[in-house]
């Protein structure tokens, strides 16, 4: 977020809202979450399957759902958190850089 600060202080001066500016982030880290999370999985199952291949001669690995979908959802909150954290830090400052 220290980046985007002065993106930030843009739409600060242009008027956005606070809620619209963390609803912009909420969004962005979820697209990001979303296509990490896919892009992830597809690489390690890539992966997995050949050495599954490699290993024993048939293209197969073991995973649990549940588990999945926690580390999902623990990167998706950790993620939304941080973005809010410092979008929170960015509103507060001064709307001109020095």
Do not use: H, N
């Amino acid at each position: 977020m220290a980046e985007r600060a002065e993106e930030i202080r843009l739409l600060r001066t242009v008027g956005t809202k606070p809620r619209q500016l963390a609803r912009a982030v909420c969004w962005e880290t979820m697209i990001v979450t979303c296509v990490g999370t896919l892009l992830g999985t597809g690489i390690a199952a890539a992966s997995l399957t050949a050495l599954g291949k490699g290993a024993t001669g048939e293209p197969w690995f073991a995973y649990s759902l549940p588990q999945y979908a926690g580390l999902v959802l623990v990167c998706a909150v950790s993620g939304l958190a941080g973005g809010l954290a410092a979008t929170r830090r960015a509103r507060r400052g001064p709307l001109l850089s020095d």
